[in-house]
């Protein structure tokens, strides 16, 4: 428990000075900080869900997707090649592709955590 107040915290404090700061930042940096308020919201959504859903595939599919396309936008924004720019918006089809197969059929939303014992 300890360790997601932590987690909060951390995204809070981050989310905030990046919302704080929003109009003075660059293109990209307005991108980190929306990025870094979804990884807040999602720390918090991600703990409801899995105590309502008994997982939350759901969540974490969603927040890979938004924070890989997030990420790839603020790369690409900094590219100045445009062979860059063209290998990342290549890498980002393919890697929202691979999301979209793990979350349809190999981690399908509404199944349960595989346990060990």
Not at 6 to 14: K, Y
Not at 51 to 80: A, P, R
């Amino acid at each position: 428990m300890m360790l997601f107040i932590f987690r909060i915290l951390i995204s809070f404090i981050a989310a905030l000075v990046g919302m704080v700061r929003y109009k003075k930042l660059t293109m990209p940096f307005k991108i980190l900080s929306i990025y870094l308020v979804v990884v807040f919201v999602q720390e918090i959504v991600n703990k409801f869900y899995i105590i309502l859903h008994k997982n939350n595939y759901l969540i974490m599919h969603l927040g890979t997707l938004i924070k890989c396309v997030s990420l790839s936008i603020i790369y690409y924004s900094l590219f100045q090649n445009k062979t860059s720019k063209t290998i990342s918006g290549i890498l980002t089809g393919l890697l929202i592709v691979f999301i979209l197969i793990n979350a349809l059929l190999f981690e399908p939303f509404n199944s349960t955590f595989h346990q060990t014992h």
